[in-house]
């Protein structure tokens, strides 16, 4: 048997690291480009044969059954609380030049809407369908 590095010892040495892999990480990440390769007919053929085969296997169900419910409640309990935040204040400014021009297009159909009825599908369909247009217009889904 010959001597090996036990997990302790692993472990020791990842958690030094986190010191300076985010600098690393960052450095990477300006240097790459992934929209070339993602957007290929090889990388979609890939894909397309990835998902038929995880259909054709079960993958997905079989992944979900082995996490626990209370498991997944408390990852996202402790990771999905500490970074909700700080995820949607970086957000904010592709919020606001997507979903302003969403709400305008909403806010002037709904101001241009006639007045209410007292049959709710009349008003269902004069009323609120055309926000509703207005806002898939405006977001491009029309």
């Known amino acids: 048997m010959g001597n090996h590095k036990t997990i ?3 472990k020791a040495n990842l958690e030094q690291s986190i010191a300076y892999i985010p600098d690393r990480y960052k450095q990477g990440v300006s240097k790459a480009d992934w929209a070339t390769p993602a957007a290929s007919d090889e990388a979609e053929s ?3 044969s990835g998902v038929a085969k ?6 997905r169900q079989k992944r979900v059954r082995e996490v626990s419910n209370e498991a997944w409640k408390a990852a996202a309990m402790d990771k999905g609380a500490r970074n909700i935040g700080e ?3 970086k957000g904010l400014g592709k919020y606001t030049a997507r979903m302003g021009p969403v709400l305008d ?3 002037s159909a709904a101001d241009s809407a006639p007045a209410r009825t007292t049959d709710y599908r009349q008003n269902i369909n004069n009323r609120l369908i055309p926000v509703i247009e207005a806002a ?3 977001a491009g889904r029309s």
């Open 8 to 10: 302790g010892e692993a």
């Open 87 to 89: 995820g949607i204040r």
């Open 46 to 48: 890939n894909y397309a």
């Open 105 to 107: 297009a909403m806010n």
């Open 54 to 59: 995880a259909v054709a296997d079960g993958t």
């Open 136 to 138: 898939k217009r405006a």
